[in-house]
């Protein structure tokens, strides 16, 4: 089944908050609308009552209203304002504008066409081929005043208007950014908690070829790469895309032809972003996995400085590190240089052109003799169209976080596809122990097999070791019954119960394990030991502690039990961190125990204090044995020996001593070198 697309699938992301982000959208195309209604309250301010004073007026008999001025003693008022019950006298007459100076003319005269006055005051009118002439008054400063005192109040409210909506706009733009903002992060929230909890379903094979850098990249850099996406670049190209959209309703309002004419602008954008995002995604593939690989590098270096400095590899590690470093430097500079070339350059080239455009077709088809274009109409297009290339500039400056969003995301859901498992967590009545492998077979590459046809059984309460050459699958039997893996062939049963028949995490729910190496995590040594289950007390993790010998130097320590553990516990001699790893194992009480060399890499006074701290725990347990030192699993029940991922010899020290075979061999090696280091 095909998977959905990238984009589809961070689409199905914001559902989940799709509340939040449809009422921040809202409140973002209210505050556009709101803001938009600036440039159409200018053009009415500048056209109805700057520019509306030049015009027709009509004497009338009486001051019926705020709009009727006096002038020599005689009452007059606007043509496009008389009421039904305004009396009028004569025709309407014209006050004219020529420079900064008002006219008045005691006739109706043509206000379109080239004007002139001579000294005398007669203005000549030139429309076409004809030229008329008529004699008028130059009204003073106060005349003119007189004029313009009505248009004083509509222009204060307007202002004031426009005032109030941008008020308004600011208070819907803050409710649109916070309410955006907090729908990406909860977004981002669920995302990594998503993948998080998926990374635990996946079975172990998965980690074992990759470093956990890259792991942790996806986890981290790319999920937040991703949050730009909902919290800046999803605010800014709806904002633009609803700017855009109410822009060309005004300009349709305006004039259709212009608005048609502008709508090219949109095939232009949807091009753009398909060139960009043919060349960005192959870029952004490249710096993505770089990354990536650049965290996997400085994890490995810092948790390998000891061995880099110990073999003097510091340059060696430096020119790896710089590599990766020079390649991620040559693609970021790839996509700065598509960016560049494809952003504010580009659109400033397409808004001049938009503008040749507007002023070829105002100055061909508009602008002429007979013309009836006003100054208020001429503003608001060029305002309109000013701000129409405002949001297409801001969503070319997205096109780079789109791309990092996009691939980031595909990077994330790559790693969700890869195919989990269902915790099931359902209790088990806890087994006594009784372990089976009967005739297993398991390959890690599918062609070499680590085991071959193995078969034994482990009863409940005994001690079974095995021991033999590196590679000859001791540990890969421990990872299939703890079901790090299932085998290719064969079957492994509890108490009869195939394992299979159990989630994983039914079948380690009473299952413990030692490593040789113990991790420890940050926290406490209480909390290392509890591993935060709420099943484990405070008083039950202390007599743990107390029962395997750690209290010794725990009660030297400062804060004793809630001393604070660094990671991987580093503070603590190895030692000291196996007995915690012993008592996480026995506050937790499990059915089989799994010891892999534990005290391999052990002094012999610390060999002794882990041996009586082994007692206590292997009491009462069925308890397996990876052994690599043989004096520690003298007293076995059982030993088995693997040689090549077959059991050549079974038995107990005793009876595999007296057979002389490759137990022997191994032991009387063991035996030669440490009499020689004693000596």
């Not at 990077?411 to 009545?429: A, P, Y």
């Not at 909390?527 to 709420?534: A, G």
Request: charged share 25%; glycine share 6%; net charge negative.
């Amino acid at each position: 089944m095909k998977k959905p697309s990238t984009e589809r699938r961070l689409f199905r992301y914001a559902l989940h908050y799709k509340k939040g982000i449809l009422i921040g959208l809202i409140c973002l195309a209210i505050a556009v609308t709101l803001e938009l209604a600036g440039p159409l309250i200018a053009k009415t301010v500048i056209d109805d009552h700057i520019l509306g004073v030049e015009g027709y007026w009509q004497e009338v008999t009486e001051l019926n209203d705020r709009y009727t001025i006096k002038y020599n003693d005689k009452l007059y008022k606007r043509v496009d304002r008389l009421d039904t019950d305004d009396e009028i006298i004569g025709e309407p007459l014209t006050v004219m504008q020529i420079g900064i100076s008002y006219y008045f003319i005691e006739n109706e005269v043509p206000l379109q066409g080239t004007r002139d006055i001579s000294d005398d005051e007669v203005i000549a009118i030139e429309l076409g081929e004809e030229t008329a002439e008529y004699e008028a008054t130059r009204l003073n400063l106060s005349e003119s005043y007189a004029f313009f005192y009505p248009e004083q109040r509509p222009i204060i409210l307007l202002l004031a208007l426009y005032m109030v909506l941008l008020l308004l706009a600011g208070v819907f733009q803050f409710f649109e950014t916070y309410l955006l903002q907090q729908a990406s992060n909860q977004i981002i929230k669920k995302m990594r908690m998503d993948l998080f909890s998926h990374i635990q379903r996946i079975p172990i094979n998965y980690f074992v070829d990759r470093p956990a850098g890259t792991i942790v990249a996806r986890i981290t850099n790319d999920t937040e790469a991703i949050r730009d996406l909902y919290e800046r670049v999803l605010s800014i190209v709806v904002s633009s895309l609803v700017y855009m959209a109410g822009i060309f309703i005004a300009l349709f309002i305006l004039d259709a032809k212009l608005a048609a004419m502008c709508l090219l602008v949109i095939p232009l954008i949807y091009l753009w972003m398909k060139g960009y995002q043919y060349f960005g995604t192959k870029y952004n593939k490249v710096i993505r996995k770089t990354i990536s690989d650049i965290n996997g590098k400085i994890n490995e270096a810092i948790q390998g400085m000891t061995i880099i400095q110990a073999f003097n590899q510091e340059k060696q590690t430096q020119e790896e590190f710089e590599q990766l470093n020079e390649k991620h430097y040559t693609y970021q500079k790839k996509l700065v240089r598509l960016s560049a070339l494809t952003s504010y350059n580009l659109v400033t080239v397409f808004r001049n052109l938009t503008f040749v455009g507007f002023i070829w077709y105002f100055g061909s088809g508009s602008l002429t003799a007979t013309s009836v274009l006003s100054i208020g109409m001429l503003y608001a297009f060029v305002d309109y169209i000013t701000r129409l290339f405002e949001p297409v500039t801001d969503i070319v400056n997205q096109l780079p976080l789109i791309e990092q969003a996009r691939v980031a995301g595909h990077r994330v859901f790559e790693l969700m596809d890869h195919e989990g498992e269902n915790l099931n967590t359902k209790s088990i009545q806890r087994y006594r122990g009784n372990v089976v492998f009967d005739k297993v077979t398991f390959s890690y590459n599918g062609v070499d097999d680590v085991l071959k046809d193995i078969s034994f059984e482990v009863k409940p309460g005994e001690t079974a070791a095995f021991v033999g050459h590196t590679g000859s699958g001791k540990s890969t039997i421990m990872n299939l019954l703890f079901r790090f893996y299932d085998t290719n062939q064969g079957e492994i049963t509890i108490d009869g119960y195939s394992i299979m028949e159990w989630s994983r995490q039914q079948v380690r729910s009473h299952m413990g394990i030692v490593l040789q190496d113990p991790f420890l995590f940050t926290g406490t040594i209480l909390t290392n030991v509890t591993m935060n289950d709420p099943r484990i007390s405070r008083e039950k993790a202390i007599q743990a502690l107390e029962a395997v010998g750690a209290a010794s130097f725990i009660e030297r320590l400062p804060a004793k039990y809630d001393e604070i553990v660094t990671e991987d516990g580093s503070t603590f001699s190895l030692g000291e961190r196996q007995l915690i790893s012993f008592a996480r194992a026995l506050a937790f009480d499990p059915a089989i125990l799994i010891l892999d060399e534990a005290t391999a890499n052990m002094d012999t006074e610390t060999e002794s204090i882990i041996q009586r701290a082994l007692e206590v725990l292997q009491k009462d347990r069925t308890t397996l044995v990876i052994a690599h030192r043989l004096s520690t699993i003298q007293e076995a029940d059982m030993i088995f020996v693997l040689d090549h991922g077959a059991v050549k010899e079974q038995g107990n020290h005793d009876k595999l001593i007296e057979e002389k075979g490759l137990y022997y061999q191994m032991y009387q090696m063991q035996q030669g070198r440490t009499r020689a280091s004693v000596s």
